[in-house]
Protein backbone atom coordinates (compact mmCIF):
# COMPACT_ATOMS: atom_id res chain seq x y z
CA UNK A 1 0.00 0.00 0.00
CA UNK A 2 2.62 2.24 0.86
CA UNK A 3 4.54 1.60 -2.07
CA UNK A 4 1.37 2.84 -4.25
CA UNK A 5 0.88 5.59 -1.91
CA UNK A 6 4.16 6.77 -3.21
CA UNK A 7 4.02 6.13 -7.00
CA UNK A 8 0.50 7.75 -6.82
CA UNK A 9 2.17 10.76 -5.16
CA UNK A 10 5.19 10.86 -8.11
CA UNK A 11 2.54 11.21 -10.47
CA UNK A 12 1.14 13.99 -9.15
CA UNK A 13 4.29 15.44 -8.57
CA UNK A 14 5.39 14.98 -12.47
CA UNK A 15 1.87 16.38 -13.37
CA UNK A 16 2.19 19.71 -10.95
CA UNK A 17 5.00 20.25 -10.07
CA UNK A 18 7.19 20.22 -13.35
CA UNK A 19 10.98 21.90 -13.42
CA UNK A 20 11.45 25.40 -15.47
CA UNK A 21 13.10 22.66 -18.05
CA UNK A 22 9.46 20.93 -18.04
CA UNK A 23 7.46 24.00 -18.45
CA UNK A 24 8.96 25.14 -21.14
CA UNK A 25 9.41 22.64 -23.10
CA UNK A 26 5.47 21.62 -22.85
CA UNK A 27 5.25 25.10 -24.18
CA UNK A 28 7.64 24.71 -26.72
CA UNK A 29 5.83 22.10 -28.20
CA UNK A 30 2.05 22.83 -27.75
CA UNK A 31 3.54 26.28 -29.78
CA UNK A 32 5.11 23.88 -32.28
CA UNK A 33 8.23 26.09 -31.77
CA UNK A 34 10.57 23.90 -33.96
CA UNK A 35 8.18 24.81 -37.36
CA UNK A 36 8.27 28.71 -36.61
CA UNK A 37 10.48 30.61 -33.91
CA UNK A 38 13.89 28.85 -34.72
CA UNK A 39 14.07 30.77 -38.40
CA UNK A 40 11.65 33.37 -37.77
CA UNK A 41 13.93 36.53 -38.19
CA UNK A 42 14.22 39.30 -40.93
CA UNK A 43 17.97 39.57 -41.87
CA UNK A 44 19.49 41.33 -44.64
CA UNK A 45 20.67 40.51 -47.68
CA UNK A 46 24.14 38.89 -46.98
CA UNK A 47 23.99 38.52 -43.47
CA UNK A 48 26.11 36.93 -41.39
CA UNK A 49 24.79 33.80 -39.62
CA UNK A 50 26.72 31.90 -36.30
CA UNK A 51 25.83 28.56 -35.47
CA UNK A 52 27.69 27.62 -32.04
CA UNK A 53 27.15 23.98 -31.64
CA UNK A 54 26.62 22.95 -35.07
CA UNK A 55 26.18 19.34 -34.20
CA UNK A 56 24.82 17.78 -37.14
CA UNK A 57 24.53 20.67 -39.72
CA UNK A 58 21.27 20.60 -39.62
CA UNK A 59 20.07 24.17 -38.35
CA UNK A 60 22.87 25.98 -40.31
CA UNK A 61 21.70 24.17 -43.70
CA UNK A 62 18.08 25.17 -42.73
CA UNK A 63 19.40 28.41 -41.68
CA UNK A 64 20.89 28.78 -45.56
CA UNK A 65 17.95 27.90 -47.20
CA UNK A 66 15.56 30.25 -45.14
CA UNK A 67 17.92 33.54 -45.42
CA UNK A 68 20.34 35.00 -48.21
CA UNK A 69 23.45 34.51 -45.66
CA UNK A 70 26.47 32.99 -45.14
CA UNK A 71 27.55 30.81 -41.96
CA UNK A 72 30.14 29.99 -39.60
CA UNK A 73 29.06 26.71 -37.77
CA UNK A 74 32.21 25.77 -34.41
CA UNK A 75 31.63 22.41 -33.77
CA UNK A 76 34.60 21.04 -31.93
CA UNK A 77 33.66 17.09 -32.31
CA UNK A 78 35.40 16.49 -35.29
CA UNK A 79 33.66 13.62 -36.54
CA UNK A 80 30.86 15.64 -36.42
CA UNK A 81 32.65 18.58 -37.79
CA UNK A 82 33.58 16.76 -41.06
CA UNK A 83 29.94 15.48 -41.01
CA UNK A 84 28.56 18.93 -41.15
CA UNK A 85 31.68 19.76 -43.98
CA UNK A 86 30.09 16.77 -45.91
CA UNK A 87 26.73 18.12 -45.21
CA UNK A 88 27.08 21.81 -46.24
CA UNK A 89 29.47 21.25 -49.48
CA UNK A 90 29.55 23.90 -51.85
CA UNK A 91 27.28 26.00 -50.10
CA UNK A 92 27.90 29.53 -48.30
CA UNK A 93 28.99 27.76 -45.39
CA UNK A 94 32.60 27.51 -43.02
CA UNK A 95 33.22 24.75 -40.85
CA UNK A 96 35.26 25.40 -38.32
CA UNK A 97 36.70 22.22 -35.71
CA UNK A 98 36.73 23.89 -32.60
CA UNK A 99 34.01 25.27 -29.85
CA UNK A 100 33.60 28.82 -28.77
CA UNK A 101 34.09 29.61 -25.25
CA UNK A 102 35.35 32.19 -23.06
CA UNK A 103 38.94 31.02 -22.71
CA UNK A 104 41.46 28.51 -25.23
CA UNK A 105 41.95 25.57 -23.88
CA UNK A 106 41.83 21.52 -25.09
CA UNK A 107 39.97 19.66 -22.82
CA UNK A 108 37.94 16.51 -22.69
CA UNK A 109 34.27 16.02 -24.02
CA UNK A 110 31.87 12.98 -23.52
CA UNK A 111 30.17 12.44 -26.56
CA UNK A 112 26.76 11.77 -26.51
CA UNK A 113 25.40 12.96 -29.79
CA UNK A 114 23.90 16.56 -29.46
CA UNK A 115 24.31 16.14 -25.70
CA UNK A 116 28.46 16.07 -26.22
CA UNK A 117 29.86 18.23 -23.79
CA UNK A 118 32.42 18.79 -21.31
CA UNK A 119 30.41 19.27 -18.52
CA UNK A 120 28.93 15.94 -18.99
CA UNK A 121 29.84 12.85 -17.52
CA UNK A 122 30.16 9.01 -18.18
CA UNK A 123 31.32 7.49 -21.49
CA UNK A 124 34.86 7.32 -23.01
CA UNK A 125 35.89 11.13 -23.54
CA UNK A 126 38.15 12.72 -26.02
CA UNK A 127 39.97 15.68 -26.55
CA UNK A 128 38.78 18.97 -28.15
CA UNK A 129 39.65 22.25 -28.89
CA UNK A 130 37.81 25.43 -27.41
CA UNK A 131 38.93 28.83 -28.37
CA UNK A 132 38.11 32.17 -26.60
CA UNK A 133 35.39 33.89 -28.91
CA UNK A 134 37.25 37.23 -28.84
CA UNK A 135 40.26 35.39 -30.07
CA UNK A 136 37.93 34.18 -33.16
CA UNK A 137 35.64 36.86 -33.67
CA UNK A 138 39.20 39.31 -34.37
CA UNK A 139 40.99 36.20 -36.22
CA UNK A 140 37.74 36.24 -38.70
CA UNK A 141 37.06 39.88 -38.56
CA UNK A 142 33.26 39.24 -37.45
CA UNK A 143 32.28 43.23 -36.58
CA UNK A 144 29.08 41.99 -37.47
CA UNK A 145 26.68 39.24 -37.15
CA UNK A 146 22.85 39.20 -37.62
CA UNK A 147 22.22 36.08 -35.86
CA UNK A 148 23.99 34.25 -33.58
CA UNK A 149 22.90 30.64 -32.33
CA UNK A 150 24.28 28.85 -29.10
CA UNK A 151 23.82 25.59 -28.27
CA UNK A 152 26.48 24.39 -26.83
CA UNK A 153 25.77 22.03 -23.91
CA UNK A 154 26.23 24.31 -20.54
CA UNK A 155 29.03 25.71 -22.05
CA UNK A 156 26.91 28.63 -23.22
CA UNK A 157 27.03 30.33 -20.00
CA UNK A 158 31.28 30.79 -20.04
CA UNK A 159 30.85 31.55 -23.62
CA UNK A 160 28.05 34.42 -22.87
CA UNK A 161 30.08 35.87 -20.16
CA UNK A 162 32.83 36.13 -22.09
CA UNK A 163 31.05 38.06 -24.58
CA UNK A 164 29.66 40.30 -22.21
CA UNK A 165 32.59 41.16 -20.57
CA UNK A 166 34.38 42.00 -23.78
CA UNK A 167 31.58 44.02 -25.57
CA UNK A 168 30.78 41.16 -28.01
CA UNK A 169 27.51 40.96 -27.48
CA UNK A 170 26.91 44.29 -29.30
CA UNK A 171 28.36 42.73 -32.58
CA UNK A 172 25.00 40.34 -32.55
CA UNK A 173 21.87 41.64 -33.84
CA UNK A 174 20.13 38.48 -32.49
CA UNK A 175 20.99 35.66 -30.53
CA UNK A 176 18.68 32.20 -29.88
CA UNK A 177 19.87 30.59 -27.38
CA UNK A 178 19.73 27.35 -25.38
CA UNK A 179 20.45 27.35 -21.50
CA UNK A 180 20.99 24.30 -19.70
CA UNK A 181 19.62 23.26 -16.32
CA UNK A 182 22.16 20.36 -15.47
CA UNK A 183 24.94 23.26 -14.58
CA UNK A 184 25.70 24.16 -10.97
CA UNK A 185 23.79 27.06 -10.03
CA UNK A 186 22.17 27.52 -13.71
CA UNK A 187 19.26 29.22 -12.62
CA UNK A 188 21.40 31.97 -10.69
CA UNK A 189 23.79 32.32 -14.21
CA UNK A 190 21.23 32.36 -16.48
CA UNK A 191 19.39 35.01 -14.64
CA UNK A 192 22.82 37.65 -13.89
CA UNK A 193 23.54 36.82 -17.56
CA UNK A 194 19.36 37.63 -18.60
CA UNK A 195 20.04 41.27 -16.25
CA UNK A 196 23.35 42.08 -18.13
CA UNK A 197 22.50 40.88 -21.97
CA UNK A 198 19.59 43.43 -21.38
CA UNK A 199 21.44 46.49 -21.19
CA UNK A 200 22.02 45.99 -25.12
CA UNK A 201 19.53 43.47 -26.12
CA UNK A 202 15.89 43.12 -25.74
CA UNK A 203 14.24 39.72 -25.00
CA UNK A 204 11.78 38.76 -27.78
CA UNK A 205 10.53 35.04 -26.85
CA UNK A 206 11.36 32.98 -24.01
CA UNK A 207 11.06 29.13 -23.10
CA UNK A 208 12.66 29.00 -19.97
CA UNK A 209 15.61 26.05 -20.95
CA UNK A 210 14.68 25.35 -24.09
CA UNK A 211 15.00 28.38 -26.56
CA UNK A 212 14.80 31.93 -26.01
CA UNK A 213 15.43 35.20 -28.49
CA UNK A 214 17.42 38.61 -27.70
CA UNK A 215 17.34 41.05 -29.99
CA UNK A 216 19.68 43.95 -29.83
CA UNK A 217 18.58 47.57 -29.06
CA UNK A 218 19.23 50.31 -31.26
CA UNK A 219 21.16 52.33 -28.15
CA UNK A 220 23.38 49.49 -28.36
CA UNK A 221 25.33 50.50 -31.49
CA UNK A 222 26.77 48.95 -34.24
CA UNK A 223 29.41 47.06 -32.20
CA UNK A 224 32.21 48.99 -33.87
CA UNK A 225 33.62 49.95 -30.54
CA UNK A 226 36.69 49.12 -28.93
CA UNK A 227 36.31 46.57 -25.96
CA UNK A 228 38.53 44.91 -23.41
CA UNK A 229 40.43 43.06 -25.91
CA UNK A 230 41.45 46.07 -28.78
CA UNK A 231 39.15 44.39 -30.71
CA UNK A 232 36.99 46.72 -32.83
Known sequence: METLLRRGLRRIRRAFWLTPAERGHRRWQADRGDLGHRFDYSLPAGAV??????????????????????????????????????????????????????????????????????LRRGGGPIRVTLRAAAEVFAELHLTRVDLMKINIEGGEYELLEHMIETGLVSRVHYFQIQFHDFVPHAVRRMRAIHDRLRATHQLEWQYEFVWESWRRRAAAGDGTAIDAHGLR
Open 49 to 118: VVDAGGFDGRWAERALAAFDCSVHVFEPVPLFARAIEARLAGRRATVHAFGLAGRTRETEFVVAGDGSSA
